[in-house]
């Protein structure tokens, strides 16, 4: 039974302040995801060491080689903090950089090796994969959100549980999150439902939204759920519908 677990870069570094790392909420989201290890592949944001840059650089509207290198560099250093908290806490994983394994065209995943993330569930490794730049073959570079990456492989994978963990309770509505959304209900709520509170090249709510929206679309339904809280992420891990439930219109 593989699960897609998805911590937001807002929850593990402050997305304000380039290279900021939140290192008390690396530690306990590690903790909290060791509670529940088996078959899960997590993605986690850039958080501000990936859109700080990659906003100076204007990726990815212009290309920039430099801005690549300095974006790619700052979250393989997230993740590399990631995986030393899980291995910490007691998770065997590896790290899966997605710009060495994808291509994408106009944006979108194209091309996927993902072999490498099946044998490790097989071999008992956690992957860990993080929003990244990526090659594109239509306009030479761009950015592959952990959004993206999350509703792909558990495409793929046919992942039972797809849990996308943020800073916020789920979609909210007037300040309350939804239990549940469809298609149908977001294109009545329009401009409501927004974007992001810090600096966020990949679409902030919305985005995050569309992407699992696509998925709902497939028959797998997803979650969007408040990582910052203690104990959010063991239940999601577990099944449990907390936050605002992403699902197909009826
Ligand atoms: C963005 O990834 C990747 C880059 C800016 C390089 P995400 O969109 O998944 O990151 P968060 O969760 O918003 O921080």
Redesign the pocket.
């Known amino acids: 039974m593989t699960r897609i677990l998805?911590i937001?870069?807002?929850i593990l570094?402050d997305?304000n302040q380039e290279l900021a790392a939140r290192q008390g909420e690396i530690t306990r989201v590690a903790r909290e995801i060791a509670s529940h290890p088996e078959d899960v592949v997590l993605v986690?944001?850039?958080?501000s060491f990936?859109?700080i840059p990659?906003k100076k650089y204007r990726l990815p509207q212009e290309f920039s080689r430099q801005g690549l290198r300095v974006?790619h560099s700052g979250?393989a250093r997230l993740c590399e903090m990631v995986v030393e908290a899980l291995s910490q806490a007691g998770v065997d994983c590896l790290p899966v950089h997605p710009l060495s394994c994808l291509l994408l065209l106009d944006g979108r995943i194209d091309r996927f090796f993902i072999e490498p993330i099946k044998e490790m569930l097989e071999g008992g490794i956690m992957p860990v994969l993080?929003?990244?730049?990526a090659m594109d073959v239509a306009g030479k570079a761009a950015?592959?959100?952990?959004?993206q990456l999350v509703a792909y492989l558990a495409k793929v994978l046919q992942a039972e549980v797809v849990a996308v963990g943020s800073n916020v309770d789920g979609v909210l509505f007037s300040g309350r999150p939804l239990p549940r959304i469809t298609r149908e209900e977001l294109k009545q709520m329009g401009s409501a439902i927004g974007g992001?509170a810090g600096v966020?090249?990949?679409g902030g709510m919305r985005?995050k939204l569309l992407e699992l929206l696509d998925l709902a679309d497939l028959g797998i339904d997803s979650l969007i759920f408040n990582a910052g809280k203690e104990g959010n992420i063991a239940r999601a891990l577990k099944g449990e519908w907390v936050g605002t439930r992403i699902g197909r219109t009826n």
């Open positions: 998805k937001g870069g807002s570094t997305k986690h944001g850039a958080g990936g859109h990659a974006t979250v993080h929003g990244d730049v950015i592959v959100s952990g959004d992001s966020d090249v990949t985005g």
